[in-house]
């Protein structure tokens, strides 16, 4: 049962313009969202964070929208770079969820390519 | 650099093998946390320390085991290796319990042959 989906394996944009990544979840519990960026032989670094107390968090290029009817969170980047060219994974935890405290469940992650 | 160490950075053994994958965390880091990343899979959560002691497991196979030592380095035993054990395995360690700012190790890429 996969608790946080990235249904979008690949996503190709123009430099300059808005890359938009999503994820649904399933488990109403998570009380926390998280963005990872990884590229080719390196560990996942963490973007962005929200909690589920809000519902947008901004750093620079990058946004996160939470909408916790839908379940989905998205993470805006505008204006995209080359150098944005990785593979973005999605996760969520919480304390309640099931799991313990500071245990991350991981969506399958979506490559994304920035050309110039 | 993040500051996790992970050794070795690549592994090649055969199926039936046992092997031992070596996690130093962050300096002032407490907790410890093994993911796998199988070849279209997500970051598979599979065991949490904290502190030496065991906090939680995920999807870890009874084949696979791990522990905390007192100076807080942490090892994964991956035993009677199978083909489908390939994966990268990526330690992240975070001050506390909580899941916010794991710091991720560069992973180990373990392949059976």
């Known amino acids: 049962d996969q608790q946080v989906k990235q249904n979008s394996p690949s996503l190709s944009v123009q430099e300059g313009r808005i890359s938009i990544l999503n994820c649904d979840y399933t488990n109403s519990m998570f009380d926390y969202f998280l963005w990872y960026k990884k590229y080719p032989a390196e560990g996942p670094t963490f973007l962005i964070s929200?909690?589920?107390?809000?519902d947008k968090n901004e750093d620079g290029r990058f946004t996160v929208f939470l909408n916790k009817s839908a379940k989905h969170l998205s993470l805006h980047i505008v204006p995209s770079q080359p150098g944005d060219s990785a593979v973005y994974f999605c996760a969520a935890g919480g304390i309640y969820y099931g799991g313990s405290q500071g245990n991350l469940i991981f969506g399958k992650g979506t490559k994304l390519s920035v050309k110039p | 650099d993040s500051g996790v160490t992970q050794t070795p950075k690549h592994l090649i053994t055969a199926t039936g093998q046992r092997v031992t994958l070596r996690c130093s965390p962050r300096?002032?880091?407490?907790?410890v946390y093994w993911y796998q990343q199988s070849l279209d899979q997500g970051l598979q959560f599979l065991i949490q320390?904290?502190?030496?002691?065991?906090?939680a497991k995920g999807n870890i196979l009874e084949r696979f085991s791990a522990q905390q030592f007192p100076d807080l380095h942490s090892e994964l035993n991956l035993s009677s290796l199978e083909l489908g054990d390939s994966a990268l395995y990526f330690c992240?360690?975070?001050?506390?319990?909580?899941?916010?700012?794991?710091?991720f190790g560069s992973g180990t890429r373990l392949t059976v042959v």
């Open positions: 992240a360690s975070s001050v506390t319990g909580g899941g916010y700012g794991y710091t």
């Open positions: 320390y904290y502190n030496g002691e065991e906090r």
């Open positions: 300096s002032g880091d407490l907790s």
């Open positions: 929200i909690s589920s107390i809000k």
